[in-house]
């Protein structure tokens, strides 16, 4: 059986224009959140625009 959650995180476009970037976290074994990911460069996205990120399993 596959236990699904579902999270969100935002950004505003004046963030992305001043370097912030996403990070992207996983809750793995005994529920202990891990980072995974940076996602940065983000400035180039217009005001309005949404990027969604899925996770896979392997």
């Known amino acids: 059986m596959c236990r699904r ?3 969100s995180n935002t950004l ?3 963030q992305v224009r001043n370097g912030q ?3 992207l976290w996983k809750a793995k074994q005994f529920k202990l959140m891990f ?4 996602i940065g460069h983000l400035d180039g996205l217009l005001p309005g625009t ?3 990120f899925t996770w896979l399993t392997a």
């Open 50 to 52: 949404r990027a969604v």
């Open 21 to 23: 970037v996403l990070s």
């Open 12 to 14: 505003w476009a004046d």
């Open 35 to 38: 980072w995974v990911l940076d």
């Open 5 to 7: 959650g579902v999270a």
